[in-house]
């Protein structure tokens, strides 16, 4: 074999073990109408929450991989799960959801920084370790603090409702309420809700 060949060889060996490695990296499932749905995904990465209106709880678990299961006695067999992980960073969407009664919950690796979008409904977030971004048009939204100086900034705001933190003994009900917090943590927390409940516990 000449020296061109080897090299092109060796070329389109390297190309075949990189896309393979980009595929064993990169995971996209997608499901409609059935659960559970999961896949792998480390600890300390980044997730995007997309989720429909329903009543939401996201918990962390020491085990990695992301898992969505469901409930309703409503047709669910247009709910459609989205799972597009990449790395240390992923997205979920789910949509499609009947208007009422509708249950989900989500697993994640208890250390992830989360960014969540919700139109209505009822999201808890519990044990989970990481930064926060959270937003809700409507509805009640709790969210489990952890400690508290393992936070950098807390932002909790409402349009109008009632921003309730007791770990920082703050309490706040109208319109256009906020409460912001500091600490020397390396973690940053924004939280809001259009119109209702926001508590930080």
């Known amino acids: 074999m000449d020296r ?13 073990a990189l ?10 499932v997608e499901e409609v109408g059935k659960q559970q749905v999961e896949a792998d995904f480390r600890s300390g990465g ?7 209106s329903s009543e939401a709880k996201i918990v962390g678990v020491e085990k990695g991989g992301v898992r969505v299961a469901y409930d309703s ?16 960073e992923g ?17 994640i690796p208890r250390s992830t920084d989360l960014q969540v979008h919700m139109a209505a409904g009822e999201l808890n977030i519990d044990d989970v370790t990481g ?12 969210v489990e603090l952890g400690r508290t100086e393992d936070y950098a900034s ?7 409702g009632e921003v309730d933190a007791p770990p920082y003994n703050a309490n706040k009900g109208g319109l256009f309420r906020s409460i912001e917090r500091t600490g020397p943590g390396r973690y940053h927390l924004v939280a809001h809700v259009g119109a209702g409940q926001l508590t930080l516990h």
């Open 131 to 142: 930064s926060k971004d959270l937003e809700m048009h409507a509805g009640e939204m709790n």
């Open 91 to 107: 997205t979920v969407t789910v949509e499609n959801c009947p208007h009422e009664d509708f249950k989900m919950t989500i697993e």
């Open 73 to 88: 006695k409503k047709d669910t067999s247009k709910v459609r799960v989205r799972l597009k992980l990449s790395g240390s």
């Open 19 to 28: 896309s393979m490695s980009l595929a064993l990296a990169s995971t996209e």
């Open 46 to 52: 980044s997730l995007k929450l997309d989720l429909c």
């Open 154 to 160: 807390v932002k909790a705001s409402v349009m109008t």
């Open 4 to 16: 061109t060949c080897r090299q092109w060889t060796t070329f389109a060996l390297a190309v075949s």
